[in-house]
């Protein structure tokens, strides 16, 4: 009797990591390097992605107007464009408060849930749904719905080394399957920063940034294998980097009195909304054709930026040709290096998307599609239902192992 309890255990004890290997749930890893257009990849400076890429996909992703950090970061978590998740720009006004802008630099203003709540994060739904979730930096993280955050989530803090952030994944995975979370996101600013200072040519400023940024995610992937957790890994990028230069300037005050608009962004495209009382004038001034720049009311902004429904849309937004820039006054900076922001169909604008991982299938290639796209593969790998959004599941579906 006491010699088949034994058995019976030491069965057991046998089987069990097999069990609980089995048992454990895939995690996902979405990771966002700022500004790292897909052409990166082809300088020879990143051997950790060209082995990741031929486990699985690399390819040009579409991002949405307009082509900035913030918009952006949201489109990909929510599923949804700028115009419908809120976050329309980098700066915003919006009616409902008057006198008040929106800037990702003024934590006031970026860490209120006024401006996050149009629509519904990963991080959050996945909770909602019994998933926990954690995030090593993303736009909006910081933010709660209703209550409801990651489980574990870090104030933005620039000076946080790129290390310290692969750290923090580590020791996250490396709890046991029923405190690790199922669903991290990461954040990379290095790349951004260096394109935008010397633009996106060779230089060997930018070339650091992407050869430590590629090690680095080199690190984060070997480390979770290392400890035999089993995670698919999506790398996106919030847009690409176009060339500048200030002998491509386009100067609002040329145009139209300062006094009578306000500029809530300038550069590769400017929101302008007419002061009070002054809207006849700015319209005539900046609705008519310019050299290197087309304006529009945001109720005629053509289709395809799928822009200017929500009422955080300025009355008025210029778009410059690709590598001008539009100023207001003299910018605290000079304009040389990099810009985003333009048209996201120029291939400039277009940003990397990979993904590799036990769920997802070798890929050689992937036509462009837009950066939607991706929420509805990140609700299939983590395994919540995703809420409705612009994204189309069928575009990145046949990547999907299961
Ligand atoms: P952009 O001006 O569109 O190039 O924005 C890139 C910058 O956004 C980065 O250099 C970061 O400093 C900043 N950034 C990224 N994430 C956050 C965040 N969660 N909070 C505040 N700033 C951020
Ligand atoms: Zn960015
Ligand atoms: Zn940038």
């Known amino acids: 009797m006491i010699a088949r309890l034994v058995g019976a255990l030491l069965a057991l004890a046998l089987a069990a990591p097999a069990l609980a290997q089995e048992a454990e749930p895939e995690v996902t890893i979405l990771i966002s390097i700022d500004g790292m257009r897909p052409d990166y990849l082809d300088r020879g400076l990143t051997p950790h992605l060209a082995e990741f890429r031929k486990r699985g996909v690399a390819a040009a992703m579409r991002p949405s107007f307009p082509s900035k950090t913030f918009p952006n970061h949201y489109t990909i978590v929510t599923g949804k464009r700028p115009d419908r998740n809120g976050i329309v720009g980098n700066s915003m006004i919006d009616p409902v408060r008057p006198g008040q802008m929106f800037s990702m630099g003024d934590p006031k203003q970026a860490l209120d849930p006024f401006w996050w709540i149009e629509a519904e994060p990963v991080w959050i739904t996945a909770e909602k749904a019994g998933l926990r979730t954690a995030t090593m930096f993303w736009p909006g993280s910081e933010v709660a719905h209703n209550g409801v955050r990651p489980s574990d989530w870090m104030r933005f803090d620039q000076a946080i080394s790129n290390a310290q952030r692969v750290n923090t994944v580590l020791d996250w995975m490396r709890r046991p399957a029923a405190i690790r979370p199922r669903l991290v996101t990461m954040y990379f600013d290095t790349v951004d920063t260096a394109g935008h200072r010397f633009g996106p040519g060779r230089s060997p400023e930018l070339d650091a940034a992407i050869a430590e940024v590629d090690s ?170 995703p809420l409705p959004s612009d994204g189309e599941a069928a575009t990145l579906a046949p990547l999907v192992a299961r």
């Open 216 to 385: 680095r995610i080199g690190d984060v992937v070997r480390g979770v294998e290392a400890m035999g957790v089993r995670a698919n890994f999506i790398i996106t990028a919030d847009h690409g980097m176009a060339e500048t230069a200030d002998t491509r300037v386009i100067q609002l005050e040329e145009l139209i009195d300062r006094a009578s608009y306000i500029p809530v962004e300038t550069g590769p495209y400017a929101a302008i909304e007419p002061a009070a009382g002054t809207n006849e004038r700015v319209y005539q001034a900046l609705l008519k054709p310019h050299p290197h720049m087309a304006c529009h009311r945001k109720e005629a902004l053509p289709q395809h930026l799928h822009y200017g429904q929500n009422p955080r849309v300025a009355a008025i937004i210029c778009i410059a040709e690709n590598g001008w820039t539009i100023l207001s006054g003299t910018p605290p900076y000079p304009v040389k290096g990099g810009a985003h922001g333009y048209d996201p169909t120029h291939p400039d604008m277009h940003a990397l998307f990979m993904a590799f991982g036990p769920s997802i299938k070798p890929t050689p290639s992937l036509p462009l599609f837009d950066n939607v796209d991706v929420y509805p593969l990140i609700a299939a790998l983590t395994g919540f239902a």
